[in-house]
């Protein structure tokens, strides 16, 4: 059974610090694997996309890697702001088995 | 585009009784989900469906059925609510099965007494 782990759990930094999520997961035969943010109360909001193969996309000034072989994903957030706060989550997609989640990752950035 | 949306926002319900969760999206996408998400558990899919009249079963599927008789429309029908269906739940939608961006429903929290 696949299973999704991120790391750190909680993340408390100063504004305009870089900073890496990151993710794991047991099985490397993956469909694609997403990023999304979510604050409190609300939906999910997608962030970002990778295809299997894939090694990275970028948005702006999010960029978020893949190493399948390795089980691996990471979230790089530069330059990071108050506005990035939320729980940010990564999904690991299968074809014909859906998404699984990971638990998230808490961010708050201080002003 | 409204995008994906969900009815009601919040609905409490004593142990027992029946109800619907609405989602509907404007998108024209093929699938669709439900996902349900508990404290230190993350989200968990219950049923999707990969078009009209096609439905199948998630990671925990007990206590709920779900119909798609439309492309728009995706009910989650609680047959018998229970303390442990507690949750907040999330209605998705996509291009095709896993290849797409999925949109997400701003959720609807369920407290079951």
């Known amino acids: 059974k696949q299973e999704v782990t991120q790391i750190p759990a909680a993340l408390s930094v100063p504004e305009g610090e870089n900073l890496v999520l990151n993710c794991s997961f047991t099985?490397?035969?993956?469909?694609?694997l997403q990023w999304f943010r979510q604050d409190p109360g609300k939906g999910l909001t997608s962030l970002l996309l990778?295809?299997?193969?894939?090694r990275e996309q970028t948005s702006g000034r999010l960029n978020a890697s893949l190493d399948k072989s390795s089980g691996r994903s990471t979230l790089y957030i530069a330059a990071s702001q108050p506005g990035d706060s939320a729980t940010y989550l990564c999904?690991?997609?299968?074809?014909?088995?859906?998404?699984?989640f990971g638990p998230g990752t808490r961010l708050s950035v201080l002003p | 585009n409204a995008g994906v949306t969900q009815t009601p926002k919040f609905q409490v319900l004593k142990t027992g009784q029946s109800m619907t969760l609405q989602c509907a999206q404007d998108?024209?996408?093929?699938?669709m989900s439900w996902y349900r998400q508990d404290p230190g558990m993350g989200l968990r899919l219950i049923h999707y469906?990969?078009?009209?009249?096609?439905?199948d079963q998630g990671e925990v599927p007990n206590g709920y059925n779900v119909s798609r008789s439309t492309t728009e429309d995706f009910p989650l029908r609680l047959l018998s609510a229970a303390p442990s269906q507690t949750s907040v739940y999330f209605c998705?939608?996509?291009?095709?099965?896993?290849?797409?961006?999925?949109?997400f429903g701003p959720g609807t929290r369920l407290l079951v007494l």
């Open positions: 998705a939608s996509s291009n095709r099965e896993t290849g797409e961006t999925q949109y």
């Open positions: 099985d490397s035969a993956i469909y694609n």
């Open positions: 990778i295809q299997s193969s894939q």
């Open positions: 999904a690991v997609g299968f074809y014909g088995q859906n998404f699984v």
């Open positions: 998108m024209n996408h093929e699938y």
């Open positions: 469906s990969v078009g009209a009249g096609i439905t």
